[in-house]
Structures are given as C-alpha cells and as structure tokens.
C-alpha cells in the first residue's frame, strides 16, 4: 500500500526565515509526486510536479527536489502569503492512472508571521 | 479559462433533505472527480468520470450520487445524508485520465445537521 507521510504537521516562521518540509513516501513504483498549495477553504492548487531522484523545480521563493525516499520542499525567505496548507501526493504505475492513483499525505500547514 | 466552478460555496441541509452540488470547467478536460475533504485531512477521492464512464471508490456510500450530464459538467446528487458527511466536496479535472496535474475548484463547504 503507498504511504505518504508529511512533517512537520504545522510550522511556524517569521518573514524571511527560510525552511524546509518534508515528505517521505513508500510506493511500489514512483510515476510522479505532486506538490500542491491549499488556502483554507479552498481547493488545491497544484505546484509541481517531480518524476525521477535528483530533479528539481522552482517558482519563486519554493524549490522542490526528490531522492528515491522523500521529497523536500524549500522555501527560501518566505513572505506572509506564503501561508498555506502543502500537501504532497504520490502516483505509483499500474494504479490505474490519473487520479485515481494520486496518494495525498496529511500536508503541512505553514504559518509566516510578519 | 483555467478554473473550475463549483456551486454553491457553501451549504447547510438536514438528514432528509436532497440537494445537489454542481461542478463546470470549460478547458476541455476529458476526466472529472469528486473529493471529499474533512479539517486537517487530506482530500479523498470519490468519484472519476472519464470519456463518459464512471470508476467508484467502492467505500463511497450510496447517498451519494454522481451525474455527468456532459463533459463539462459534474454534479452530486445528495440524499439522506449523515452528520459525518460534513466536509468540503472538491470537484477537479484533468486533461486525460492518466493526467497527474489536477485542477481543483473551491469546494462547497457541507454542514448535515
């Protein structure tokens, strides 16, 4: 069964203090993981997507990379706006595809204060 | 276009009512879903339509019902809900069914008194 598996639960930063979180998986055969954004209240909004060890994807203050274990989002010098629930999701293959195979961990909610 | 709609954004019904939440994307997107979020948790996936067929996460009870009149629309169709069923339901499209990258919409935030 894939798991997902984020951390820390909840993080809070002041204005410009950079950071990283964290997101371990176990999947039977890695297609993809996701990164996506969640305001309260709101859907998710995707943000990246990594497919094999060693990449890397930027947008603007974040940067995600993946090793064959877990996937690590930094945000460097995060602004206010930043605040966000992040949550992480895996795609194996042979799930069936889509997403129906999409695994979403539990997120990490961040918190920049001014 | 790039967004997904979804009415309404918020809705409060009682254990022997019907209502239905209504889901619209115009980007072509030939796949759409239907999640279920509760506080703190991650979203769940409930249905997918695709090329006009459904797939149900088999735990999905039958109180809930999905209808694709076209593939630009999504709704659900709610009947005899329970208190427990009280989340935010995100509807979502992708391009293809095999598509990872998911557009989500706001969600309509459910209370079942």
């Known amino acids: 069964e894939d798991q997902v598996t984020q951390s820390p639960e909840a993080l809070r930063l002041q204005e410009g203090e950079s950071s990283s979180l964290n997101c371990s998986y176990t999947?039977?055969?890695?297609?993809?993981l996701f990164w996506y954004r969640q305001d309260p209240g709101k859907g998710p909004e995707f943000l990246f997507t990594?497919?094999?060890?060693?990449e890397e994807k930027e947008k603007e203050r974040l940067k995600a990379t993946l090793t064959k274990k877990e996937s690590f989002l930094h945000i460097t010098a995060p602004k206010p706006e930043d605040s966000a629930t992040y949550l992480c999701?895996?795609?194996?293959w042979g799930s069936g595809g889509g997403a129906d195979g999409l695994t979403f961990g539990k997120g990490t909610h961040l918190i920049i204060q001014p | 276009d790039t967004e997904v709609t979804q009415t309404p954004k918020h809705l409060v019904m009682g254990m022997t009512n019907k209502k239905s939440l209504k889901c619209e994307q115009h980007?072509?997107?030939?796949?759409m879903y239907w999640y279920k979020q509760k506080a703190k948790k991650p979203p769940e996936l409930m249905f997918v339509?695709?090329?006009?067929?459904?797939?149900i996460n088999e735990s999905v009870p039958s109180r809930f019902s999905p209808e694709c009149p076209n593939s630009s629309l999504l709704n659900l169709h709610l009947h005899a809900l329970q208190p427990e069923d009280s989340a935010l339901y995100l509807c979502?499209?992708?391009?293809?069914?095999?598509?990872?990258?998911?557009?989500f919409g706001s969600g309509t935030q459910l209370s079942v008194l």
């Open positions: 339509y695709s090329y006009e067929k459904l797939s």
């Open positions: 999701a895996v795609q194996a």
């Open positions: 979502a499209s992708s391009q293809e069914p095999g598509a990872e990258k998911l557009f």
């Open positions: 999947v039977s055969g890695l297609r993809g």
């Open positions: 990594l497919y094999s060890a060693g």
């Open positions: 980007m072509g997107h030939r796949a």
